[in-house]
Antibody, heavy 122, light 108 residues
Framework: EVQLLESGGGLVQPGGSLRLSCAAS????????TSWVRQAPGKGLEWVSA????????YYADSVKGRFTISRDKSKNTLYLQMNSLRVDDTAVYYC???????????????WGQGTVVTVSS | SYVLTQPPSVSVAPGKTAKITCGGN??????VHWYQQKPGQAPVLVIF???ERPSEIPERFSGANSGNTATLTINRVEAGDEADYYC???????????FGGGTQLTVL
């Protein structure tokens, strides 16, 4: 059974940085496309970023491009989201979601973590 | 950017059929995926590529996609189906994953 565990959330001031992690278990080798999806309090799902199974293709929502960086460490089956220049409207629960395929195109979130809370406030 | 439009809410009596729509320009030419999210929980994929159903999802859930509208249908609705439902596509023009605004399903 594939399980995803996010960590790294917390309270940060505007302009600050955080690095989220998503550790995958139940996989012999994590070669699947993965996305970060966030949900602001009381709001809907918003896609943030995605990375291909090989780590060679990355994609970003316009709202985070240039501030967030997605990466993966295949040796650790772990995905990261480096978030810089955080803004109040980045406040949300951040989920990682994994496809069953390598490519991000036509991404489908088959597996989801329980999320980590990011609060940006002064 | 590509926009997906869902009704904010749908209500249905137990045992009846619920239909949740997702509108988008020529959405019939894209693969649509649907998620169910219950309060305080992570989303769960219920339909992928328009009509495919993960093995753990009941057959009561089905999908269709044509023209400018995709539809999630839930037959014989149960109280446990009460949740928010989101449609999602891949927009190849912008290389973005796009979610609809979500529909709150209420079981009367």
């Amino acid at each position: 059974e594939v399980q995803l565990l996010e960590s790294g959330g917390g309270l940060v001031q505007p302009g600050g940085s955080l690095r989220l992690s998503c550790a995958a278990s139940g996989l012999t080798s994590d070669t699947f496309a993965t996305s970060w999806v966030r949900q602001a309090p009381g709001k809907g799902l918003e896609w943030v970023s995605a990375i291909s199974g090989g780590g060679d293709y990355t994609y970003y929502a316009d709202s985070v491009k240039g501030r967030f960086t997605i990466s993966r460490d295949k040796s650790k089956n772990t995905l990261y989201l480096q978030m810089n220049s955080l803004r109040v409207d980045d406040t949300a629960v951040y989920y990682c979601a994994k496809d069953r395929r390598q490519q991000v195109v036509h991404f489908q979130g088959f597996f989801w973590g329980q999320g980590t809370v990011v609060t940006v406030s002064s | 950017s590509y926009v997906l439009t869902q009704p904010p809410s749908v209500s249905v009596a137990p045992g009846k059929t619920a239909k949740i729509t997702c509108g988008g320009n020529n959405i019939g030419g894209k693969g649509v995926h649907w998620y169910q999210q219950k309060p305080g929980q992570a989303p769960v994929l219920v339909i992928f590529f328009d009509t495919e159903r993960p093995s753990e999802i009941p057959e009561r859930f089905s999908g269709a996609n044509s023209g400018n509208t995709a539809t999630l249908t839930i037959n014989r609705v149960e109280a446990g189906d009460e949740a928010d439902y989101y449609c999602q596509v891949w927009d190849s023009y912008s290389d973005h994953v796009v979610f609809g605004g979500g529909t709150q399903l209420t079981v009367l």
